[in-house]
């Protein structure tokens, strides 16, 4: 039974805390990761909050990048939601544990629409 | 050990398909289920694919609702990641189950920054 999509969870901890509070650097890095797993940008959207925080997602042609970061633990909340063959959702997430400065981190990968077989 | 964020992880099946693929409806009814549980609409970002099939996420003041669908199965995969205590995500679920017809669902509930005692 094939999944229609592949969810990764990623916890990143220990991170660069001036980073995880960085709007801009963080859309770049994002931005950065979906290029690098081979997905194609479609949209944008981020935000930071006060007085710390940036949550921020990207849209891409193979579903979805989210990320959500609390600079005073240090830690970073990211999903990599893809479909299809043509992208290597892992590379997105060796890109951010990487620009993060994550010292720790853990993923979980979740089969999304199991119940369809393709 | 409290975690930081709560994120529910749905699987919509036997949907409406017609629906499944109206990008403007499916942006106002995740803006709804938004608003539902309680959440502030910060941003959106919807695309719609050829033939089929629509991406789209809403970032929220409490983290974000995305949805990815298949109207070739009838099936979508929705995600509500909230933060805080002032939100019912569930009622975000409750909302989208209705307003696309889902006949059938799952849901399972995943705990995000579960290392961080707050």
Redesign the interface.
């Known amino acids: 039974m094939n999944a229609?999509?592949r969810?990764l969870?990623i916890?990143l901890?220990d991170c660069d805390k001036e980073v995880l509070n960085d709007l801009s650097f963080l859309r770049d890095a994002m931005v950065v990761a979906a290029v690098a797993c081979g997905a194609v940008v479609?949209?944008?959207?981020?935000?930071r909050?006060s007085p710390q925080g940036v949550?921020?997602?990207v849209?891409?042609?193979e579903?979805?990048l989210?990320i959500?970061t609390?600079p005073e633990?240090g830690?970073a909340?990211v999903?990599i939601?893809t479909?299809g063959t043509t992208v290597e959702p892992e590379k997105a997430a060796e890109v951010l544990i990487e620009k993060l400065g994550a010292k720790n981190h853990s993923l979980q990968e979740?089969q999304?629409?199991?119940?369809?077989t393709v």
């Not at 479609?42 to 935000?47: I, K, M």
């Not at 999304?112 to 369809?116: N, T």
């Open positions: 229609l999509g969810h969870l916890e901890q479609l949209g944008e959207s981020f935000h909050f949550s921020g997602v849209v891409m042609a579903s979805h989210s959500h609390w633990y830690y909340a999903d939601f479909c979740i999304r629409g199991p119940l369809v």
